[in-house]
């Protein structure tokens, strides 16, 4: 079965500090790996998408890896911000052969990660 | 660009009644894609379109249908309201699917049924 898990559910973290969010998966056959952000009352946004070659990808404080081999990725803020405050949802790809929709997306739960000043 | 739009914000509907949540995009993109979000839940798929003209199903489309006359616009109709379909819709839209097909999500619609 294709799922998505996600660690830790929720994390507390002080402004300026860096964190490390887990994404676990057993997607097959993989296609790509993505992470949102997504902040309280509004839609995801994407941060990265990284494909079966790439093993990190950054934007700005963000980077994230993708470790194929043992279906890991885990995502990386850099000296946090209060506007870092969200959810960071995981979400893999897997090829589908569903006709006019070649791709399935398989959503995590999330992490809820709180940056207090 | 406006990206996507979704309308309304918020809505109340007693058990029974119908209405359409309205999608909009500016940025040219074929697919588009309506989603539920129940909280601590995952995002599910409800309806998508990959063109005007063409729909399929996703993981829980009963109780909803979709149309999509032109790449712009995809209504989702909820025909008999249950409160079991109280969530947060979200649409979204992307290119064809092949490698980097980034959804852009709108901002969402927060629907209660009572």
Redesign the interface.
Known sequence: KNQ?EQSPQSLIILEGKNCTLQCNYTVSPF??L?WYKQDT??????LT?M?FSENTKSNGRYTATLDADTKQSSLHITASQLSDSASY?CVV?AVSF?A????K?I????TSLAVNP | NAG?TQTPKFRILKIGQSMTLQCTQDMNHNYMYWYRQDP??????IY?S?GAG?T?KGEVPNGYNVSRSTTEDFPLRLELAAPSQTSVY?C?SSHP?G??????????TRLTVT
């Not at chain 1, 009352?41 to 994407?46: A, D, E, T």
């Not at chain 2, 601590?40 to 798929?45: E, V, Y």
């Not at chain 2, 490698?99 to 969402?108: A, I, L, S, V």
């Open positions: 998505v296609s790509n993505r009352g509004r839609g995801p946004v994407s998408i494909t949802i790809s569903n006019g929709n070649n791709r997306l959503w995590g739960l999330g | 996507v601590g839940m995952g995002l599910k798929l998508y990959v063409i399929d979200f979204a699917p490698g980097r097909d980034e959804q852009y999500f709108g901002p969402g």
